[in-house]
């Protein structure tokens, strides 16, 4: 069973760095062609997905956030981050990350359980 977990801290300063980790566990983030993703859900607004870091390496954003957002990973540890620069307080969500065959929200088969960012000063 593959889990995962998200890490970071919960209250972020406008216009500074967001980072956020997720930790995988029972599968490794370099196999099998799946989609590592970044997905957040603002108050009251439904799931956007952010981007995605494949088994491959390979990167992906959703075009809204692309200049203002970084997927990477450290395969010795088994973790992917998220940063997303020069925040505002409409970046405040609950920010998950998941496992999926696809983009975009599609074909996700494992969650991690969230965590709340709030931007503010």
């Known amino acids: 069973q593959v889990q995962l977990q998200e890490s970071g801290p919960g209250l972020v300063k406008p216009s500074q760095t967001l980072s956020l980790t997720c930790t995988v566990s029972g599968g490794s983030i370099t196999t099998d062609y799946y989609y590592w993703n970044w997905i957040r859900q603002p108050p009251g607004k439904g799931h956007q997905w952010m981007g995605a870091i494949q088994s491959t390496g390979n990167t992906y954003y959703t075009p809204s956030l692309k200049n203002q957002t970084s997927i990477s990973r450290d395969t010795s540890k088994n973790q992917f981050t998220l940063q997303v620069s020069s925040v505002t307080p409409e970046d405040t969500a609950v920010y998950y990350c998941?496992?999926?065959?696809?983009?975009?929200?599609?074909?996700?088969?494992?969650w991690g359980q969230g965590t709340q960012v709030t931007v503010s000063s």
């Open positions: 998941a496992r999926s065959l696809g983009l975009n929200l599609e074909g996700i088969d494992y």
